[in-house]
């Protein structure tokens, strides 16, 4: 979506049209008239502050944007957004270690909206060995560190297909988000394996047995094969943590979690 204006109208318009309904069709679902819905995309009108709300919930905005509009309309925003740093978020900081941490001995990380790290436990920092530096520079974006050449992809063994369920994952946010930088990204990662490399890679096992997509990664001592689960603060109002997400990797077989057990021994936890 083309962001190219700061009118509230425009941006309300572009949402719709974003997600594929007409005007009559939203102006149903909110039950407001279709002429009155003109008026605001056209300007003609200026959405008061519940009326962006209800419509941008109807449209199912995010928060972030959801301030933007509110903005654009001559209100203040809605939705606070703090650094996971500051006190206002100590709470949720607070469960996300608590969860990275509890996650031990088996990798963890969290990430905001971007997929750029926030906080790992010692687990993930255990898989690290031999990725070049300038890819753990500041913001580190964790895709961008699987994918790259000098990063986690030579040693993942499903890599053609791990790619594949990266981006289809990606496409599904750039859908919701509508956000050009999330979208450039996914640019990035779909260029960035070469076709001929990723088939150079075993695909794994069989996909009749499984039950999701696994990450197969070569690890020190052997091959270590991890389903992932995402966590997400579903009630969040601050935008900042609505945006974050826990990346949780779990052995998908008992050798994988030996092998991380090993890995970490005498690591107590911990957390960057």
């Given at each position: 979506m083309k962001r190219t204006t700061e009118t509230a109208g425009d941006l309300l318009r572009q949402w719709r049209q974003h997600r594929r309904m007409s005007q009559l069709a939203l102006a149903s679902e909110?039950?407001?008239?279709?002429?009155?819905?003109s008026f605001l995309e056209s300007g003609r009108s200026r959405p008061s502050r519940d009326m962006v709300m209800h419509l941008a919930g109807h449209l199912n905005i995010p928060l972030r944007?959801?301030?933007?509009?509110?903005?654009?309309?001559?209100?203040?925003?809605?939705?606070p957004q703090h650094d996971l740093g500051e006190?206002?978020?100590?709470?949720?900081?607070?469960?996300?270690?608590?969860?990275?941490?509890?996650?031990?001995?088996?990798?963890?990380?969290?990430?905001?909206?971007?997929?750029?790290?926030?906080?790992?436990?010692?687990?993930?920092?255990?898989?690290?060995?031999?990725?070049?530096?300038?890819?753990?520079?500041?913001?580190?974006?964790?895709?961008?560190?699987?994918l790259h050449p000098e990063g986690?992809?030579?040693?993942?063994?499903?890599?053609?297909?791990?790619?594949?369920?990266?981006?289809?994952?990606?496409?599904?946010e750039v859908e919701q988000s509508a956000d050009p930088k999330l979208a450039a990204l996914k640019e990035e990662?779909?260029?960035?394996?070469?076709?001929?490399?990723?088939?150079?890679?075993?695909?794994?096992?069989?996909?009749?047995?499984?039950?999701?997509?696994?990450?197969?990664?070569?690890?020190?001592?052997?091959?270590?094969?991890?389903l992932s689960t995402t966590t997400v603060f579903g009630t969040a109002v601050d935008v900042t943590l609505s945006e974050i997400a826990i990346e949780a990797f779990?052995?998908?077989d008992a050798e994988t979690a030996r092998q991380m057990k090993v890995m970490t021994s005498g690591t107590a936890g911990g957390h960057s």
């Open positions: 909110a039950d407001i008239s279709q002429r009155h819905l944007e959801r301030n933007a509009i509110l903005v654009a309309a001559g209100h203040a925003p809605h939705y006190p206002g978020l100590a709470a949720a900081t607070a469960i996300v270690r608590q969860i990275l941490d509890g996650h031990m001995p088996h990798p963890a990380l969290a990430v905001n909206r971007y997929w750029e790290l926030q906080a790992a436990n010692q687990a993930i920092l255990a898989l690290l060995d031999g990725v070049a530096p300038h890819l753990l520079e500041a913001p580190v974006n964790v895709l961008r560190l699987s986690l992809a030579s040693r993942i063994l499903n890599l053609g297909e791990w790619q594949t369920h990266i981006l289809a994952r990606l496409a599904h990662l779909a260029a960035m394996v070469p076709d001929q490399a990723a088939k150079a890679h075993k695909p794994g096992p069989a996909p009749e047995g499984r039950i999701a997509v696994p990450l197969y990664l070569q690890g020190p001592n052997g091959a270590l094969s991890f779990f052995p998908a």
